[in-house]
């Protein structure tokens, strides 16, 4: 017998940086799911990198700036890297500032991007490699195991003033329903206890292709998103249990109304993520969006009163051209009337390509800043009573992570209810938490105190 021994090569290792939104990082853990079936072996830090990615954001100019300084410091400390995502279609400011990066492909361009690697990097191939399994799901997460986001479509079909996500993502791409399904059922089957869905639109999936129906579980299921809530909330884990399915971008089109009652019923986690951006007409107008405030907020009303417990976040954006003092004034009275849960805030930015840069009327930097202020403390005040209003209750929460035992011995917790989404939203703090308490458990809280954006409790 030969002394001769083969030696498998080591796999080239790709570095990561993913900037923006969840829908990035979905676009982020599709790169290295491929990257890794081809061979691919994932490196910490920038110094154990053959070639670093960088996923960037290009919506607003100070994402923008933020991913410039990202590819930045990816030269700097590694010097070979590719770019990809949204500022990738800006090819030319890239190159201009950083004209050492290998390659730049835009928005969920997996197979240039997954062939800029190949290129910088060649993947080791060979019959040993390939043998070796990728895992029991083949996939990558860069979220904890216990979440997962649940990607349905891809771009947008409306035209918003403010927003150049069709220019960057195209007009909306629904994904087949079945596809959709099966990627659920196969999260959820490798640990996810909370599903994610997301896209620019959720409330338009299936539009593009007509609601096509797909045979599901020996059963037709059309792409519309009441049929891929009813269908998601049939999911269980292995445990038996239904995971919390929570809806992301949700436009507030008719057949939302269709959704409430399967919150209702436990399908479908009590939870509405409702891009509202504003409630003045004039400014509505303005925007490109429906100014149909009035109608909205009885719609508002009717589904807490079908399922009291659903929460409702969104976002506005404030000192958009032309607002005036009354219309921003018309915004906090709607406020006081919506009682919406979460609430984040924009200030203003022009970004290039946009149409609202061409409207009259910009308001100032210090009035954009004044007004920013005004209605972070009115929708404070707002969340500090819904959440006082929840103390003594007990509450279904699930565990973002455990800490380490104090000099007491005593553990803390951090986890969120069902009114609260990963990142954006609040907490829950739990004290004197058992031992054998892990990621991802869903337990009863009883909640003893409150703030202005977090719960405080025990496990009852």
């Not at 918003?160 to 089957?189: M, N, T």
């Not at 970004?351 to 007004?371: I, T």
């Amino acid at each position: 017998m030969s002394d001769k021994l083969t030696k498998i090569p080591e796999s080239p290792k790709v570095g990561m940086v993913s900037l923006g939104c969840p829908k990035a990082l979905v676009d982020s853990e599709r790169i290295l799911t491929r990257l890794r079936a081809d061979g691919y072996a994932f490196a910490p830090d920038y110094v154990g990198a053959d070639v670093v990615l960088v996923n960037t954001c290009g919506f607003l100019d100070s994402a923008k700036e933020e991913s410039l300084a990202a590819i930045g410091e990816a030269i700097a400390e590694n010097g070979r890297v590719i770019v990809t995502g949204c500022m990738g279609n800006e090819a030319e400011v890239i190159r201009a500032r950083f004209p050492d990066v290998l390659a730049v492909t835009g928005a969920h361009q997996y197979e240039q991007v997954v062939d800029a690697v190949h290129e910088a990097a060649p993947p080791t191939r060979g019959p040993f490699v390939d043998l070796i399994p990728a895992g029991a799901d083949g996939e990558v997460k860069l979220t904890p195991r216990h979440y997962s986001y649940l990607k349905i479509s891809e771009g947008c079909n409306h035209s918003c003033a403010f927003c150049i996500i069709p220019q960057l993502r195209g007009k909306l791409a629904s994904r087949r329903i079945d596809a959709v399904l099966r990627e659920a059922e196969k999260l959820v089957a490798a640990g996810t206890k909370e599903l994610l869905v997301i896209s620019q639109d959720t409330s338009a999936y299936g539009v593009d292709i007509r609601h096509e129906s797909r045979t599901w579980k020996d059963r037709e299921v059309r792409a519309h998103m009441t049929d891929l809530a009813r269908e998601l909330g049939q999911l269980r884990t292995p445990e038996g249990e239904a995971p919390w399915v929570r809806l992301h971008y949700v436009y507030p089109y008719p057949h939302v109304d269709d959704v409430i009652p399967l919150m209702a019923q436990g399908l479908i986690t009590p939870y509405l993520d409702i891009p509202f951006q504003h409630a003045a007409p004039n400014v509505l107008r303005a925007m490109k969006r429906p100014a149909n405030e009035a109608r909205v907020l009885e719609r508002i009303k009717k589904w807490r009163e079908i399922c009291p417990d659903l929460a409702i976040r969104s976002s506005f954006v404030v000192g958009f051209p032309g607002e005036t003092e009354e219309d921003f004034q018309y915004l906090l009275d709607w406020l006081d009337e919506a009682q919406l849960d979460r609430v984040g805030a924009f200030r203003f930015e022009p970004v290039e390509g946009a149409s609202a840069n061409d409207l009259p009327g910009a308001v100032p930097e210090a009035v954009k800043e004044e007004r920013y202020t005004r209605l972070m403390e009115k929708t404070e005040a707002i969340s500090a009573a819904r959440l006082q209003a929840k103390v003594g209750r007990v509450i279904r929460v699930i565990i973002d992570e455990v800490g380490e035992p104090d000099e007491d011995g005593d553990i803390g917790a951090t986890g969120r209810s069902q009114a609260d989404a990963p990142e954006i939203d609040g907490q829950v703090l739990l004290r004197d938490v058992p031992q054998d308490l892990k990621s991802g458990d869903i337990v009863d809280v009883l909640i003893e105190d409150a703030d202005a954006h977090d719960l405080f409790g025990v496990i009852a």
